[in-house]
């Protein structure tokens, strides 16, 4: 088994769907959770220092998980889906490995065909409201991706793991995985571009980088 792991935000789709809740709740409210977020990507904060401030300032609905979920396929990268069908026929088994939410990726994760997803889980009421997540997720801390890595090797044994993504959280799988690819196609943090292995702008490239 030859496994590719790809991260959601700003690599699988264009947006970063904690902001793209926190904009239900208005431009101040997106601004603010959006600047913590680009924090936290850039490696300027620790991502548990913000992780669980920015869930309970949003509160977010399931209504609102909904519609981020449309949200993520409408804004999918252009080449993903084909990317995707011709590294399955070369061989590779697609996971996503996300530090966003299980129920607002999956929709996306169905329309790109990819079965597993390691993102944090929301909880929620009966009616629907707001209840929490689940805190101890590694993706919700520094160095949480290459733990699931770590154990999705010890799950598998596959002969080989790639990761590609846009952030630091990514970056850091670098030391675990047999490649990390670097991806800038929506934004480009000068860190990741650095320290990568490889660095790619568009998920159309990636096979030829494999």
Known sequence: MKL?????DSTLSSV??????????GPEAFAR????TLDAMNGKIPIESVY????DYIRPTTEDVAAVGRRYVATVEPTAKATIERLVALGWTPIVISGGFRQTIRPLADFLKIG?????DLFFAEDGTYAGFDSTYPATRTGGKAQIIAAI?????????VMVGDGVSDLETQPVVDLFIGFGGFATRERVKREAAAFVTSLSEVPAVL
């Open 52 to 55: 669980g401030f920015r869930l």
């Open 33 to 36: 959770v959006e600047a913590m």
């Open 116 to 120: 597993r997803v390691e993102a944090v």
């Open 16 to 25: 970063e769907g904690i902001d793209e809740l926190a904009r239900l709740r």
């Open 4 to 8: 590719i792991c790809f991260d959601c």
């Open 153 to 161: 090797r010890e799950e598998f044994r596959p002969e080989r793991v």
